[in-house]
């Protein structure tokens, strides 16, 4: 019979060994996602075309992150931006069911007495490396370690207490009352935001012989379905395109779990078989799970869709403007977060541009009305400015690697410069607008021609420094930064043109004289804002 104190300390040692077991997780997921979570996030908005390659991808992923939640929470940010259909993400649910059972079945293995030896390898590799792709490469091997010391701190806690009345009453309670045992699962799983730290603790009483496949199942099956709490806590606060990803998570899950503790004695009896150690054995049980909802639903993933579609109806759009991309729950994975901020500056550049169109369309008409609308506009801008600039400003406070610093110091430089030429629309062209709305005057035929022609030079500039902000392309940024600078001469040109018009006396020359020059002035104004979006791509910020 053990003592109070030893007693204390195994549970110390326990709940420590849980601790740094999901610290481990958490870093694993975090080192894997700066390796390669944008990419993963590319791929997973263009490979979604068939349901083999839905489910390949799924399984990819969620192996390449090592947990199916940071998987579920980037479908439901990306279904949230538009960016991806239901009926595609179905085949990813289910293939990333599958990839996260990889996890469990390394975890099965006894290398947890490895862990010195993984700790010292990744510390090595974050200490020695100058490629930060190997940093995380030696931050993933670090971060294994500390789960697989995790575990070991579990088993060598959990030892002492088996000879106390308690434990094996508590493990004999839950043999007896699987329901019992499902919802303590499920609440583990909720709790400690992973179903892989679950199903470590079930390897762990395994490992020490505890706990056997069979009453390990029913926690199996609450795990799974606790699970799909870390998307419906993702998809709250988005709309209804992320909730329906977590709603067909969970009945995936759910119809899953119902087949397996139907039929109990069929799947237990296929895990013995297939292995001979009981951590060995839930972890295949583990892996069956996920494998019956793929045969179960792979071939009905347009149904699927269509069920979820119906019961979770869209949502009503409101009628007062504001950001449509900027997902609050994708603020724990900076890669989808900075993506999100991205489309959102597109909608506010898109607005941008318009007003660039239009101002020149109302000075040209006379129209009064549509220079009503420009300037409305300006205020849908600065919303969109100082929602993006703090949307961001609350990425700052997760973990961010060095290229999603600068990332987002970019991102914050663009939305500002995109705010600056709304300003120089409204404010300043629109002046001359309604001066011109006021007073009658006219430009002469070959000042308008060269305004014009001028307004359609940095018109165009803009559209390209619109399409380089999605693909980073630096030799644009360049060529963009470049033209400005001929721009600005041009500007002198064209003023020089102007002035040797009033010495030849050209009619309305002089009576737009001071309207001319400024209007050129202004559009110069947007010319060197639209490269300052090219310096911000370029890094330069």
Known sequence: MTTETSITLSIFEILGGVALFLYGIKKVTKSLEDFAGASLRLVVKRLTKSRLRGLL????????????GAVMLMLVALSNNGLLLLVNATSIILGAGVGSTLTVQLLAFRIHE?????????????????????????????????VFLGMNLVTTG??????????????????????????????????????????GLLLTLGFSGLIDVRMALPFIV??????????????????????????????????????????????????????????????????????IAVVVFMPFTKLLARFVEKIIHSGKSGTEFGPIYLDTNALSNPPIALGSAAREILRQGDIVLSMV??????????????????????????TEQESITDYLTCLSESELSAVESRTEMELITIALELEHIADVVSKNIS??????????????????????????????????????????????????????????????????????????????SAETSAIHIDLLSDLTRIAVHISSIAYAILGKV
């Open 431 to 508: 002046r001359h607008v309604v001066k011109r709305l006021d007073e009658g005057y006219y430009f002469s035929k070959e000042g308008l021609g060269e305004i014009e022609d001028f307004h359609a030079r940095i018109r165009n500039l803009l559209r390209k420094a619109l399409d380089i902000i999605p693909l980073r392309d630096k030799n644009m940024a360049r060529w963009i930064i470049d033209e400005t600078k001929d721009i600005v001469s041009q500007q002198r040109r064209l003023n020089q043109s102007h002035i040797e018009r009033l010495h030849a006396g050209v009619k309305y």
């Open 158 to 199: 959990t030892a002492p207490l088996v000879g106390e009345a308690f434990f094996p009453a508590a493990i004999d309670f839950f043999s007896k009352t699987p329901f019992f045992a499902a919802v303590l699962g499920a609440l583990m799983t909720l709790v400690f935001q992973s179903s892989a730290a679950t199903l």
């Open 114 to 146: 490895w862990a010195p030896a993984m700790l010292l390898v990744g510390f090595i590799l974050m200490r020695i490396s100058t490629s930060g792709r190997l940093k995380d490469v030696g931050g993933a091997i670090f971060s294994f370690g500390l």
């Open 222 to 291: 609450g795990a799974n379905i606790g699970s799909c709490g870390i998307a419906f806590i993702g998809a709250v606060g988005g709309d209804s395109r992320g909730m329906r990803i977590a709603w067909a998570e969970l009945i995936v899950r759910f119809v899953a779990g119902f087949i397996m503790l139907s039929f109990p004695d069929f799947f237990v009896n296929i895990a013995i078989i297939l292995a001979d150690s009981p951590a060995r054995e839930i972890a295949h049980l583990h892996t069956m799970y996920a494998l």
């Open 357 to 382: 169109d239009d101002i020149f369309i109302a000075l040209k008409k006379f129209d009064g009305e549509l220079l009503k609308k420009i300037i409305d506009r300006d205020d849908k801008v600065d």
């Open 57 to 68: 991808l799924g399984l990819v992923v969620a192996l390449s992150l090592q947990s199916s």
